[in-house]
């Protein structure tokens, strides 16, 4: 089994948050399926280090111009809260390379001002797609507006998208996509951090000793 990697966009002010629940399962071989089949690579349009929203500071593995869609399994977008952020303009080279991405039929996930960030770029002109809300996104003039669905996550082809409150249906979607847990495990995990009830714990081990 060859290990695929997965690369997460870096930029200064990312809400670090918003994939925290898919990169910690991406790179955690607990109750995964096939165990080391995914890293992670996170990338950014230099190799300057980038300080997210909580304050971290982070060095990017690679940047956009290593980056190439037939050596990434798939490209996760975050949103940002800086001056150079998706709804000032900001990271459009993140956008670009989505589209090269989605061009090449390489999954991309984007939640909150990425989504913005995308519609700006034409990318959800013709997919089903969600976001913060369908006034959000008509900030950015986009013609895709009879695409928008009122749902936490959607996927369309290869592109998922979430609203910034959504983060846990983000990482389901990222997961189910690709293929990390069996169905039972992904539903039983999805259970434990929504409702905090501890027999989804016990489900996620009977799942996985199946």
Not at 67 to 95: Q, R, V
Not at 156 to 180: K, S, Y
Request: proline share 4%; aromatic share 10%; glycine share 8%.
């Amino acid at each position: 089994m060859s290990t695929q990697t997965v690369h997460v966009a870096l930029y200064d002010g990312l809400s670090d948050w918003e994939i925290a629940y898919a990169t910690s399962r991406i790179n955690s071989p607990l109750w995964q399926q096939e165990p080391g089949r995914y890293t992670i690579a996170t990338v950014a349009a230099t190799a300057e280090p980038v300080q997210t929203m909580g304050g971290m500071r982070v060095v990017p593995d690679l940047t956009l111009s290593q980056l190439t869609p037939k050596d990434s399994a798939m490209l996760i977008l975050a949103g940002a809260g800086s001056a150079t952020d998706w709804d000032s303009g900001g990271n459009t080279e993140m956008a670009k390379a989505a589209r090269e991405f989605l061009d090449a039929g390489v999954p991309v996930a984007a939640i909150c001002g990425a989504t913005f960030g995308l519609a700006k770029e034409g990318l959800l002109d013709e997919r089903a797609h969600t976001s913060a809300a369908p006034e959000y996104l008509q900030m950015s003039g986009y013609s895709g507006g009879s695409y928008y669905r009122d749902e936490r996550a959607i996927t369309d082809r290869d592109l998922i998208t979430a609203g910034p409150a959504d983060v846990l249906d983000f990482a389901r979607q990222i997961m189910e996509r690709l293929d990390i847990f069996s169905a039972d495990v992904l539903e039983a995990w999805y259970q434990l951090f929504n409702t905090g009830d501890a027999k989804w714990y016990g489900a996620i081990n009977a799942a996985v000793a199946q």
